[in-house]
């Protein structure tokens, strides 16, 4: 089952623009949540990543916000760069390294653009 | 580290062929997960091992997939017979209980096409 919603499923930004993506989640049990980043041939890689104790995470240009009650997060890519345009996938994972509690359950990814 | 090694990099394939991918993680990982991304599922995960042991494997999608782990180095995943259907690109990553096991290293990915 779909346990974790992302949207849009691509995204076109003007240089220097924000970019926005959204996730979703349903399983109260998560408290880990990564964003990966993937770009054409390569694997994905880990950007940011936030747990539900903090609403809020900046690292560089790259923000996560986390809303607890709507069970919703968000990526915010601040001055969107053409080098950042790349696939970004959510996750999310529940703590515990036991009976699958690390496993991490993917988002269906975003494709951003970022044109000059 | 040089990183997760996955080989091959791209792969073209006979339906009813066996296919064979391998990974090397990277030194001093204890968990190792397979993932398959296609357009339209996405990332999935396949399996799991933690200390070489399969932990779940609730992923593979049937038989003619299996996956092992014979040392902390080596991991493959195997398919036989291979289906059109079985073309994606596969994933192996690893991680680490001291930083996090949810905290993935991904390797570059083997391209499966299965004609």
């Known amino acids: 089952q779909q346990q974790v919603k992302q949207s849009p499923q691509s995204l076109i930004v003007q240089k220097g623009g924000i970019s926005i993506i959204n996730c979703a989640y349903e399983?109260?049990?998560?408290?880990?949540f990564p964003w990966y980043q993937q770009f054409p041939g390569k694997g994905p890689a880990l950007l940011i990543a936030i747990r539900p104790d903090v609403s809020e995470k900046k690292e560089g240009r790259f923000t996560i916000s986390f809303n607890k009650s709507a069970k919703q997060f968000s990526l915010h890519i601040m001055d969107s760069q053409p080098g950042d345009s790349a696939t970004y996938f959510c996750a999310a994972s529940m703590k515990g390294f036991t009976g699958g509690g690390n496993k991490l359950t993917f988002g269906t990814g975003t494709q951003l653009k970022v044109e000059l | 580290d040089a990183g997760v090694i996955q080989s091959p990099r791209h792969e073209v394939t006979e339906m009813g062929q066996e296919v064979t991918l391998r990974c090397k993680p990277i030194?001093?990982?204890?968990?190792l997960f397979w993932y398959r991304q296609t357009m339209m599922r996405g990332l999935e995960l396949l399996i799991y091992f933690n200390n070489n042991v399969p932990i779940d494997d609730s992923g593979m999608p049937e038989d003619r997939f299996s996956a092992k782990m014979p040392n902390a180095s080596f991991s493959t995943l195997k398919i036989q017979p291979s289906e059109p259907r079985d073309s994606a690109v596969y994933f192996c990553a690893s991680s680490w209980t001291g930083s996090g096991a949810n905290v993935l290293t991904f390797g570059a990915g083997s391209r499966l096409t299965v004609l």
């Open positions: 399983n109260t049990a998560f408290d880990y």
């Open positions: 030194s001093g990982h204890d968990y």
